[in-house]
């Protein structure tokens, strides 16, 4: 319990406040260690993706060693609570969803936060909104792993590591960019901000 603790303050740390986003990512990057050997990456030997931009992604990087930078957390946007990790040595892939949340208490939580960020709560809305948020972080935290997270062994395609492109600079800026997401403007390379969108209307929202 005292590692585990030492760890969480880490990941609040690296977050800058503790949340209850931060709190499930923390019990979902334990869910994953746990089921492929509780060893964290050094040099990807793991691979999480993870299908949303959540406070959860910060407690994943931190645990599990796998990080944006580093080219082995793969972000898909799909604004869902799932979470899919890999190993490469062997192939083992989990995926991790958050369960068991009390969803009263979190809607509860979702109308005071509301009112707070609105300017439209009371001194005690504001300390009920606090104390309840930290009442559920706890429940997080100290819960068995196995009643806050669905843990389901998959059959999963590793993606490939991650490569070093060469770097153009771009004709309109100057700029540096990576030769694989540089475009082509006037016969003469961009990076994207600089290229002009030409769609006739076609894709367009």
Known sequence: MCSEKKMWDRVVAFHG???LGLAIG???AEAAMRSLGNVRDIDEEMVAIVENDSCAVDAIQVITGCTLGKGNLIYRDYGKQA????LRKNGKAVRVTPKGLDEERNREIMALREKVAGGKAEEEEIKLLKSKTKELIEEMLIRPVEEVCLIQEINCKIPEKARIFTSIACSCC???VME???RVKDGKPVC????EK????WGEN
Do not use: D, L, M, Q
């Open 198 to 201: 030409y769609t006739r209307g």
């Open 26 to 28: 923390f019990r979902v």
């Open 180 to 182: 694989p997401r540089a």
């Open 17 to 19: 406040h503790s949340c």
């Open 83 to 86: 979470y899919t990790f890999n």
């Open 192 to 195: 994207i901000p600089c290229s």
């Open 174 to 176: 100057g700029e540096k």
